[in-house]
T-cell receptor
Framework: AQKVTQAQTEISVVEKEDVTLDCVYE???????LFWYKQPPSGELVFLIRRNSFDEQNEISGRYSWNFQKSTSSFNFTITASQVVDSAVYFC????????????FGQGTRLTINP | EAGVVQSPRYKIIEKKQPVAFWCNPI?????LYWYLQNLGQGPELLIRYENEEAVDDSQLPKDRFSAERLKGVDSTLKIQPAELGDSAVYLCASSFVMGGEQFFGPGTRLTVL
């Protein structure tokens, strides 16, 4: 069975600090996809990134970066120089490459950036 | 480009009453998903449609929940009768292709009293 664990329930940092959100996943599939979504107070889930299981290259997009390590089944998300607008709940998710295609979400990490 | 549209945004009903949620996916997206999100939890898939066909409804409590996507575009999710435990946010998402990134609507927050 697929499972995603986000051990950090809540994180609170001061603006401009760097922060890393952890994500550990379990799957028996050799091909799968990993995702990060942001859920601001408005409630809409905003897609941030999708990563194929065969692509272990780290990715950087502006202040956001992702570290995918198959050896530890982790897909961590780092925000550099955090801003108040980054405050939200962040979800890590996993989907298999074929079949159901459903997203299995972690429980989310509530990130609060204080001014 | 318009995103996924859901209505209503909020709904408050008495237990045992019926309720329906509507979703209009992004134009051209053939795959439509309904998710349930309980407070403090990640979303969980209820049902997935490929065009008009429900291809994964294994998590849908069929005794009280039903869904339809008659013309392969918009979709309706119904609960009849609602129970107190159904209070949650119901999210709709769509994707262009199976396995592609899913775009979510704002959700319908249901409160059952």
């Amino acid at each position: 069975a697929q499972k995603v664990t986000q051990a950090q329930t809540e994180i609170s940092v001061v603006e401009k600090e760097d922060v890393t959100l952890d994500c550990v996943y379990e799957t028996r599939d050799t091909t799968y996809y990993l995702f990060w979504y942001k859920q601001p107070p408005s409630g809409e889930l905003v897609f941030l990134i999708r990563r194929n299981s065969f692509d272990e290259q780290n990715e950087i997009s502006g202040r956001y970066s992702w570290n995918f390590q198959k050896s530890t089944s982790s897909f961590n998300f780092t925000i550099t120089a955090s801003q108040v607008v980054d405050s939200a709940v962040y979800f890590c998710a996993l989907s298999e490459a074929g079949g159901a295609q459903k997203l299995v979400f972690g429980q989310g990490t509530r990130l609060t950036i204080n001014p | 480009e318009a995103g996924v549209v859901q209505s209503p945004r909020y709904k408050i009903i008495e237990k045992k009453q019926p309720v329906a949620f509507w979703c209009n996916p992004i134009s051209g997206h053939n795959t439509l998903y309904w998710y349930l999100q309980n407070l403090g939890q990640g979303p969980e898939l209820l049902i997935r449609y490929e065009n008009e066909e429900a291809v994964d409804d294994s998590q849908l409590p069929k005794d009280r929940f039903s869904a339809e996507r008659l013309k392969g575009v918009d979709s309706t999710l119904k609960i009849q009768p609602a129970e107190l435990g159904d209070s949650a946010v119901y999210l709709c998402a769509s994707s262009f292709v199976m396995g592609g990134e899913q775009f979510f609507g704002p959700g319908t927050r249901l409160t059952v009293l």
